[in-house]
């Protein structure tokens, strides 16, 4: 049996500073307990997700396919707040300077997370100082397409004929600085070519002019292109992801069509403000994985053109490091400036 503990003596010499000093550490202790303990009592009130895009758009749409589950899993409602505009710029500065607590996240797209800081002279925020990741939620790929008058149908022999004839061709895109134009950007210059770039107001009326003859060429998303792929009404050169669509498996990756390293994809996911308890973020990434994983969910994301891509909150740290990086270096290259 042990030998009985005789109570400590204070000792004489303790300070008023010191005594102070040990209360603040007590309670320091007392707090990190408490963010220990976060996910028992988190969620108390509903959660507000700041969705740096209009109502109706892919990253839009996918998200609330989340939310029935999410409000199920998290016991509390959870808000879509859409809040776009500056390339996401606006919404996720109200994100960065949220409190820390767990109540108000943003859903962010490579544009805010990554490219914006290399395309704005001034950003509000600071992606790596002012927001933490929570989870990844999804990936577009998207897909260089062309009219069908157009005589080369490879993406050699396209790139091919621009390299003939510099800046004779045009490509459409969805806009200046969304992932659609970064990608025809990497595309020109990985081909070592010369295109007229042609921006439009979203990949919907990109995909038109196309399909109309207005321009020849252009990188679109899935939605706004697919059912004119498959009726033969646009030529598909091939997909920017690393992988072939399931719903267009017979049309090549950038890479296996003549451009090796090519890897364009949009995507998007869920922040936090910096400082939000770890314990939090690992409680919301459980449940959005969650419902990533629902075979439902991810048939019906499917054939919105829309990959589920679950993973840890580091490892969505550790990619949108390297989009940052990736994205810089195309910008500095292309020269491209939103103000």
Partial sequence: ???????????????????????????????????????????????????????????????????????????????????????????????????????????????????????????PFDTARDLKPVAMVAGIPFVLVGHPSMEPRTLKALIERARSAPGKLSIAHGGNGTAMHLSAALFTQMAGIKLVEVAYRGSGPAAMDTLGGQVPLAIVDLPSSLQQIQAGKLIAYAVTGTQRLPTLPDVPTMAEAGLPGYDSTGWFGIVAPAGTPDAIVSRLNAEINGALKDDATRATMATMGVEAAPGTSSQFASYIASETTKWAGVIRTARIKLD
């Fill in 1 to 123: 049996m042990p030998q009985e503990l005789k109570p400590l003596r204070p000792l004489a010499g303790l300070t008023r500073r010191r005594a102070l000093t040990a209360m603040t550490a007590a309670g320091l202790s007392a707090a990190g307990l408490a963010r220990a303990q976060a996910p028992a009592e988190y969620p108390t009130k509903p959660i507000r997700v700041v969705v740096t895009f209009p109502p109706g758009g892919s990253a839009d749409a996918v998200f609330r396919l989340l939310v029935p589950r999410l409000n199920e899993k998290l016991g509390q409602p959870v808000i879509v707040d859409n809040r776009p505009g500056a390339g996401g710029n606006v919404g996720m500065s109200l994100v960065a300077k949220a409190p820390n607590d767990g109540y108000t996240l943003g859903l962010g797209a490579a544009g805010a997370l990554s490219a914006n800081v290399s395309l704005y002279e001034q950003m």
